[in-house]
Structures are given as C-alpha cells and as structure tokens.
C-alpha cells in the first residue's frame, strides 16, 4: 500500500524558513517522480514543486522560483521542500504527491502539513 | 500557462441524481487530462486519467470524457459519500500541470 506522510509544517514569522518532509512507502521511491502541491485555507490546489526520480531535475513555480528548494534522499525514501523568504501568502496545506510518470498525473497524495507564516 | 475553468463552481444535488461537471482548457491538453476529489480533511484523490479511465479502486458510477479542451466527469447516481470538491488538471504541459478552480458538489 502506498502512503506518503507529510511533517515539517508549523508556524513561521515573514522572512523566515523552514524544511518540509515527506516519507513515502509501498512503491519503488527512487523510480519516480515527486511533486508538491499546496491548497491555501479554503483555496484550490496550486502545483509548486516537482524532481524527478533520480533528483537530477527540478522544477518550480514561479511563485516559490528561487526560494523554495525540492530535493530527496532515495536511501531514505523521503521527499524534502526547503522554504526560504517566506511570506503570508505561502500559508497553505502542503501535500506531497507520486507522479506515475513523465507526461502523468499525481496518483497518490498524502494529507498534507499545514505551515502558517505570520507575525 | 494552460488556464483550466472549471463550471459551474457550487453543484447541488440530490442523492441517486446524475451529475455531470465540465471544464476548459485555454489550449489544447490532447487527453493528458485527470480528475481529482477532495473531502474535507482529505487528500485528493485520483479519480480519471487519460480524460477517461478510472484509477485504480474508483467506481463504475464515476465516468470521464473528452479531449483537447472541453472535459466532462459525470457521475451515474450520486452516492452520500461523492459530496466533495471535485478539480481537474492539465498534465500535457508539466510543469505546470495547472488545476481548475474546482467544483463543490453539495448536498440539495
């Protein structure tokens, strides 16, 4: 069975970092890719962050380009989403999501873990 | 950037109804197309991909159509534990693979 858990999230003042993890199980980690997706307080689903299998390509969003960093650790099969310059507007439920291939969609999603920037 | 509406935004239906939700895409996705549910409190959960195949566990009522920009989901008889919001995405551009705005499907 495939689960993907989630940890890291908490309270952050503006400016400020922090690093979100994602332990995934059930499936071959390092054979594919991995995203992040988030969903502000009663808001809909916004793709930030996706690396591939082997953690040699990454991409971003524009909203988080140049301050957030995804990155993965496959003897661990853990998912990470460094978070700098934080700011209000990154207030949001992060999911860590599997993507079944290249050109695919996310077929598993883990619940998320809310992280809150304010002062 | 592809842009994914999806209408009508809120849904109200009475159980055993069939439902049908529809959603656009700016340009052409081909059918590199899936559709997502959420509960509240929940992760979402793959529905359709390939505009029209059920993931793995998802029931027969809930079927998907189309291609290029004009996408449907419809479900036969709704069932009290389809309320939901429901979202689409794009996956022929990734990245992005941009979402819909979603539908609330409630209950009448």
């Known amino acids: 069975e495939v689960q993907l858990l989630e940890s890291g999230g908490g309270l952050v003042q503006p400016g400020g970092s922090l690093r979100l993890s994602c332990a995934a199980s059930?499936?071959?980690?390092?054979?594919?890719?991995m995203s992040w997706v988030r969903q502000a307080p009663g808001k809909g689903l916004e793709w930030v962050s996706v690396i591939s299998g082997g953690g040699d390509r990454t991409y971003y969003a524009d909203s988080v380009k140049g301050r957030f960093t995804i990155s993965r650790d496959n003897s661990k099969n853990t998912l990470y989403l460094h978070m700098n310059s934080l700011r209000a507007d990154d207030t949001a439920v992060y999911h860590c999501?599997?993507?079944?291939?290249?050109?695919?969609?996310?077929?598993?999603w883990g619940q998320g873990t809310l992280v809150t920037v304010s002062s | 950037e592809i842009v994914m509406t999806q209408s009508p935004a809120t849904l109200s239906v009475s159980p055993g109804e069939r439902v049908t939700l529809s959603c656009r895409a700016s340009?052409?996705?081909?059918?590199?197309f899936a559709w997502y549910q959420q509960k509240p409190g929940q992760a979402p959960r793959l529905l359709i991909y390939?505009?029209?195949t059920r993931a793995t566990g998802i029931p027969a009522r809930f079927s998907g159509s189309g291609s290029g920009t004009e996408f449907t989901l419809t479900i036969s008889s709704l069932q009290s534990e389809d309320f939901a919001i429901y979202y689409c995405?794009?996956?022929?551009?990734?990245?992005?693979?941009?979402f819909g705005q979603g539908t609330k499907v409630e209950i009448k």
């Open positions: 999501a599997k993507k079944t291939g290249g050109q695919a969609p996310l077929d598993y």
């Open positions: 995405q794009q996956y022929n551009i990734w990245p992005p693979g941009t």
């Open positions: 340009q052409s996705v081909y059918s590199n």
């Open positions: 390939g505009a029209s």
């Open positions: 059930g499936f071959t980690f390092s054979n594919y890719a």
